[in-house]
């Protein structure tokens, strides 16, 4: 078992000179210092709340001591909090009381059925169960947010809402929340969110405007044809070879049917037929994911699979069902809040160490909250040598980024609602 770099055993990164802010930037010079100066005195408090929600990881709408802690920790800065948002979620508002936008700084809330294998002295203490997708990370950067910039809050008008979202892995608290009213009284003008990003080093920051994580939705297909005896194919339609007949005719779709210049992903992940070595099968079941970043391309999935799968079964004699969820839609980064991003992030880490975040086809449910207002979600990294990646038994984060996420939601929601004097 393999004990990862911590605060202790690390090298401690370096990051390059503070630059003098570029001619587009609204970011004064002293406050940029005070926000350092409480992104630094909140460290401890940071990989306090970091380790201490590593260690109760609790699955998608079981988030109860998580949200316990985090309500406890927001009320603790003199918050108000609403707990009990779409089951487990929580919501700090900062309300400044003088007139201004409102910005939705957004984290996750859930973990992963792992048991983990990181051999940290603050590992889960939940069996089976494990903080492996960073979201223990990504809930302790927002508190540290809200509590630096509750510490600043004489130099701030407008609204912050801190919200900690319930079941990001699956199936979604994100739409919940926002259909209980997270983006209204007062209406939310931008949002931010952020993810750990292990195959990106410490210290650096990848940001992207536009499509940055793709829409996932997900099909089952059951086909019918007629059982019989394996001696005797020609008395049955066996459905087995059907269903294999049909998953390679799907591999088609995209690399035959959709736009090239629109990236897509068709997975069978699944396949279950037969039972016996002398039955010729009755019934196969299969089922996997697809992923769009266009919605033109998105929205014509399940006919272009019933399409394919029912040709396949009319020629040979079998019948289909399908059975499609539409699940997450495509993040899409506004292009001027990922500007907004990505100055904040050169003045926390540096312009060398800000890059162009390459798409993935993962998916997020922060896409529910952009479709609505405009904002961006972008990568911290948080690799080192020898990591692991994300839903790894294994995966931990380099702590010593994690103030560097504190520092730039500060940033942003400074240059947006910082006021001078
Ligand atoms: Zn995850
Ligand atoms: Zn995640």
Known sequence: MRVPPQRTNVTRLRF??????SPTSNLPDA???????HVTNSTEFLLDARRALHRIP??????TKTATYVADALL??????????????????LETGRPGPTILLRADMDALPIQEATGLPFCSEHPGCMHACGHDAHMAILLATARVLTQMRNSLR?????????????????????AEGVLENPAVNCC????????????TVEVKPGPLMAAMDRFEVTITGRGGHAAKPHECV??????????????????????????????VAVFRAGHAFNVIADTAQFGGTLRTFDTGVRSRWQERINQVVGGVCSAMGATHELQFTSGYPPVINDVAMTEAVRRAAEATVGAANVREATPTMGGEDMAYFLERVPGCFFFL??????????HNPAFTVHEDALPCGVEIFCRIVHERLGISG
């Not at 390059?16 to 802010?21: I, L, M, N, V």
């Not at 931010?192 to 210290?203: E, Q």
């Open 192 to 203: 931010f969110g952020l993810h750990v990003w292990p195959s990106a080093p410490a210290g």
């Open 31 to 37: 406050p940029m210092d005070t926000i350092k100066t």
């Open 238 to 267: 066996d459905a087995l070879e059907v269903g294999t007949q049909a998953v390679g005719a799907l591999q088609r779709i995209v690399s035959r049917q959709i736009d090239p210049i629109h990236p897509a992903l068709l997975t």
């Open 76 to 93: 603790s800065l003199g918050l108000p909090v609403r707990t009990g948002i779409a089951g487990t979620g929580v919501m700090g508002l």
């Open 16 to 21: 390059p000179a503070r630059r003098a802010p």
């Open 58 to 63: 609790e699955l998608a709408f079981k988030e």
């Open 381 to 390: 990294g948080t690799g080192f040598d020898g990591c692991s990646m994300i």
């Open 158 to 178: 407008g609204t912050v809402k801190f919200l900690f979202q319930p079941a990001e892995e699956y199936p979604g608290g994100a739409a919940p929340m926002i």
